[in-house]
Structures are given as C-alpha cells and as structure tokens.
C-alpha cells in the first residue's frame, strides 16, 4: 500500500485497487460469458465486458486528471469474487442451475463495483476533483445498470427454468 499522507492520497490508492478490480473482470467475463448456457446471459456478460474496457480506460483518465501513473494494486476483493465464479464453473453443475449461479456471482461483482465506484464519486467530489467525480459517476451509473440487467434476466425466467427443472427432477425421483 502506498504512503497514504492526504485524502487525495487515498483517493489514488483506491483508484489503484479499482483498476485491479476491472483488469481481473477483463478476464474472467469472458470465461463467464462461454460457461452461461442462456444467450440473453451470454449476451450480458459480453456487452459487459466492452463497458468494462471503458471503464478502465475512464479509470486511466482520473490518473491523467490527478496527474498520477495508471498502476493497478491487487485487489483481494475482487481476485475472491472471481475465483468463487470460477469455482461455480469448474462444479458440474446442470446448465439451469451453472446459469442462476453465475448471476449471483455476477451480482456480488456489481455490488463491490457498485460500493467502489460510489464511494470514488463521493470522495472525489469532496475533493473538488469534479472530472474524476464524472468519470467515476458515469461508471457507477453502468454498473447500476448491470445489476438490473442481470435481476431482469433471473427473475424473467433464469431462476424460472432452473426452479422447473429441480422439480422435473423431483418427480421423476418420486416416480
């Protein structure tokens, strides 16, 4: 971690951590998009995945703004969200249920981006660092988007077919 001696110093580290975060997504989406076995999903993660690129490059543009290199810090948050997604596809899981895990999965990603990209905008706003607020709002703005693509997509019949198939299986169990 770097020596933090001002709250902009903060705002960096955090910025750091935040590129981390969206440089792992870069990887993993892809992954994610290719185990999902709904395309409405498949298509989700891969629109996601170019908002993604954007978003590192909005993340580029707050260094330039503030005058500071681009370097990412690991972020563990995010490097365990993305290893509990791959354990979800590395588990041999019926393609209903592999589905319904990915959006959760999804979703807790969208939930840390979400508290990440809010609190970059508050606290550069409170720095009276206005176009690095814009950035990190624009941001923060497709992430809310994303969860609610991702809601949408289960309860429009992810969770649906899945529920379905679980009680298919029931019955036949029964039969």
């Known amino acids: 971690m770097m020596a933090i001696k001002s709250v902009q110093d903060f705002l960096l580290n955090e910025?750091?951590?935040?590129?981390?975060?969206?440089?792992?997504?870069?990887?993993?989406?892809?992954?994610m998009a290719k185990a999902a076995t709904d395309p409405q999903l498949q298509d989700a993660f891969m629109t996601h995945?170019?908002?993604?690129?954007g978003q590192v490059e909005r993340l580029e543009k707050a260094f330039a703004e503030l005058g500071a290199a681009p370097r990412a810090k690991t972020c563990e948050a995010m490097k365990g969200l993305v290893e509990?997604?791959?354990?979800?596809?590395?588990?041999?899981l019926p393609p209903e249920f592999l589905d319904v895990g990915l959006i959760i999965a999804a979703q807790k990603v969208e939930h840390y981006?979400?508290?990440?990209?809010?609190?970059?905008?508050?606290?550069?706003?409170?720095?009276d660092?206005?176009?690095?607020?814009?950035?990190?709002?624009?941001?923060?703005?497709?992430?809310?988007?994303?969860?609610?693509?991702?809601?949408?997509?289960?309860?429009?019949?992810?969770?649906?077919?899945?529920?379905?198939?679980a009680g298919a299986e029931e019955e036949e169990e029964v039969g």
């Open 113 to 127: 981006e979400i508290a990440a990209y809010g609190s970059l905008t508050t606290l550069a706003k409170s720095l």
């Open 15 to 31: 910025l750091r951590d935040t590129l981390s975060a969206e440089k792992q997504l870069l990887k993993a989406i892809p992954k």
């Open 84 to 92: 509990e997604a791959q354990e979800l596809i590395d588990e041999d």
């Open 49 to 53: 995945l170019e908002e993604t690129k």
């Open 129 to 165: 660092l206005r176009p690095v607020g814009l950035l990190m709002g624009e941001t923060l703005n497709e992430e809310l988007n994303a969860d609610k693509l991702l809601t949408k997509l289960a309860v429009g019949g992810i969770n649906r077919k899945a529920i379905e198939m």
